[in-house]
């Protein structure tokens, strides 16, 4: 059965179980979703379902996207994001409204989105480096990688060595959270735990592969 969603975050907040446990929770907004194309292996090589999220005027659209969403008397509106399911056994039609409805209390999702960018971040924010010694007159090396080469072999450092650089801005999978809310009404969903990307930022909710 095929079960994945579009949503944004929405943000973090805290639910109390019947033992009055409190259990952090992110609250994403799920949908509706709308199937604007399903791949198959005789014509696309792989199977997939393409879903669209977020309705926006058509003046918001090129041509082209306009033209994959009309295109066979297709009847959905437009859509500004459009992604990608795997799956092996689509049991949905193109065209078709999906709901957070498909997922319930209980079950474990993954949750895909897009790190927060921190821009250009030196080794210790950037790979948790310890930095050096603050005593024995050390003036200017606390937070400095040190030594990664070596001197005659190789005598240079290896292209993807830790150390400064851009950090965040990636995308990042949480896997096996819990989901605790379903609002069918207000199309929202909650898992336990924390997801990349700021609040807003887009996020796929897919059915956990750790089962």
């Not at 194309?37 to 792989?46: F, M, N, T």
């Not at 990664?148 to 060595?161: E, N």
């Not at 959270?177 to 199309?187: A, F, I, Q, T, Y």
Request: net charge positive.
């Amino acid at each position: 059965m095929f079960k994945g969603l579009i949503g944004k975050k929405i943000g973090m907040t805290q639910i109390f179980d019947e033992a009055g446990v409190a259990s952090p929770v992110t609250i994403i907004e799920a949908g509706p979703c709308y199937v604007t194309q399903i791949r198959k292996p005789e014509s696309d090589g792989y199977s997939a379902v393409q879903l669209g999220f977020e309705e926006v005027k058509p003046k918001r659209l090129t041509n082209g996207e306009l033209g994959h969403l009309k295109r066979g008397g297709l009847n959905v509106p437009p859509l500004r994001f459009l992604r990608e399911f795997r799956s092996k056994t689509p049991d949905v039609e193109e065209g078709a409204k999906v709901t957070v409805e498909q997922f319930a209390v209980g079950e474990h999702v993954d949750v895909v989105g897009t790190s927060k960018g921190k821009g250009f971040q030196g080794g210790v924010k950037r790979y948790h480096f310890s930095g050096g010694y603050a005593t024995h007159g050390q003036s200017d090396r606390w937070r400095a990688p040190g030594s990664r080469g070596a001197g005659t072999t190789p005598g240079r450092v290896f292209k993807g060595s830790r150390g400064a650089g851009h950090m965040g801005n990636d995308r990042v999978t949480a896997q096996h959270l819990k989901v605790v809310l379903v609002d069918v009404e207000r199309n929202l969903i909650g898992v336990r735990g924390a997801i990349p990307g700021p609040r807003g930022g887009l996020v796929v909710i897919k059915e956990a592969r750790k089962q």
